[in-house]
């Protein structure tokens, strides 16, 4: 290979979009050609310097939120306009009183559970649900949900004991509708912790369970759920009982969050 | 990225989205199979290119607002024009809606204002000089070591014409395959390799000034 062709294919060679063959000739050319070892050694550099300094423009979440409710009025209004494809108006139960009514008291309970989250939550828990977020993300992302997939708690909770060096209550939700995916092993906040997986319709819940640590040995409480964190779409809550901190996360809303943390606070 | 939590989002008319504390459980109900699958589908891609298509319009546009305006205009079309995609890559469907939009855009906002300086450095970057150019340009390393090798670097991204900058945006910050880039810009593989080719030189030559005159 001489000089023009090996500059010819260059920019291929740097991409990466050479074939074996290729780039084993443009090697070759280039241990023993100063010059042009130069212009692609300049190339290279430019190249790293791009991907290391060049602004990456992430979209602002208000542009997201935008686009979704303007997709979502689209398609609301398509829904009211065709009453042929949808001869149940979803909007006609508001017609009635007693459930305005109550859709106005479940309003104003959801408002106070939203408020909540911003006022509750200590600081010092930022880090651990940074972590939370990242564990749950990782375990839907990568599809990795379980180490021990049964819907047997009775299979689940031996199977984590033996592993851990504490045994997490697993309780069974399938009546509330919670059904159980299984478990595994994950390590938040410097340690080994229970990670146990719940499914509500198409959405997954996962409960880190850990020991709580008890600041000058005072013996651990018990605390209701309480909401900590709301975001990227994800709702965290919060509670301890016997010694234990768990941490329920999944993207359901934060009134079905409320829910399944109070159910398995009060089954546990 | 929650995909699930925000098809429901999407799903609820008028629904506010990430406020979705206020909506009782139940309303998703409302949409046909039909439509929670496209909504679904969609949001499959939207979730997930929505930062790339943010960038390439920033870049494009090299203005928050405008970027914004392009980007919106152009995930309304995606979503009207679901039909349309057909499982190839979500990424480069988007991307190429993206770049349809812009250009639109492009047309109903300031024509002139751009093609002037595109068709200068265009010529400044054609013919023969760049081979010249090429064997004289020093090393540009002591430039990428510099304190203000970020601005340095983003200012000759921006001063590169739009042809040019697209194809280094998507790229080295998106880390497509020129077959990609191909197919968002609709141009062919030689001419993906040529500008960016080009796109190179000129940038070299742009941190070159930049030392020179520092």
Partial sequence: ?268 | MALVRAVDDVCVPGAKPGRQEHRSAGQGEALSTDERSRVRRFEEIFATHLDAAYNYAHWLTRDARNAEDVVQEACLRAFKFLDSFHGESGRAWLLAIVRNTYYTWLKTNRVEALSVSFDEETMAADGGELADLESSFGSIDQVLQQGDAKRLINDALARLPEEFREVIVLREMEDLPYKEIAAIAKIPLGTVMSRLSRARKLLLQYLQQAKQES
């Fill in chain 1, 1 to 268: 290979m001489d000089c023009t062709e090996s500059r010819s294919r260059l920019h291929a060679y740097l991409d990466q979009e050479l074939d074996l063959p290729s780039v084993v000739a443009i090697d070759q050319h280039l241990a023993s050609c100063a010059a042009c070892k130069a212009i692609f050694a300049r190339q290279s550099a430019l190249q790293s310097g791009i991907r290391k300094h060049a602004e990456y423009h992430a979209a602002p979440a208000a542009l997201v939120e935008r686009i979704r409710a303007q997709i979502g009025a689209q398609i609301g209004s398509a829904a009211r306009q065709a009453p042929a494809r949808a001869p149940r108006s979803p909007w006609r139960w508001l017609q009635h009183r007693p459930l305005q009514l109550g859709a106005a008291f479940a309003a104003v309970a959801l408002v106070s559970w939203t408020a909540a989250i911003e006022y509750s939550h200590p600081r010092g828990d930022e880090l651990i649900i940074e972590q939370v977020m990242s564990s749950h993300a990782r375990s839907v992302v990568t599809s990795h949900l379980a180490d021990v997939a049964s819907s047997d708690q009775h299979t689940v909770k031996p199977w984590l004991s033996g592993r851990l060096d504490f045994s997490p209550p697993v309780v069974d939700l399938v009546g509330a509708g919670f059904p159980l995916v299984g478990g595994r092993v994950d390590y938040v906040d410097h340690r080994p912790v229970a990670a146990l997986v719940y499914r509500h319709r198409e959405h997954v819940i996962n409960v880190f369970v850990w020991p709580e640590r008890s600041i000058g040995g005072t013996a651990a409480g018990r605390t209701a759920p309480t909401p900590s964190a709301s975001r990227r779409g994800y709702n965290i809550v919060h509670w301890t009982d016997g010694g234990l901190a768990f941490w329920a996360i999944s993207d359901l809303n934060a009134a079905e969050m409320k829910t399944f943390a109070e159910t398995y606070a009060g089954a546990s």
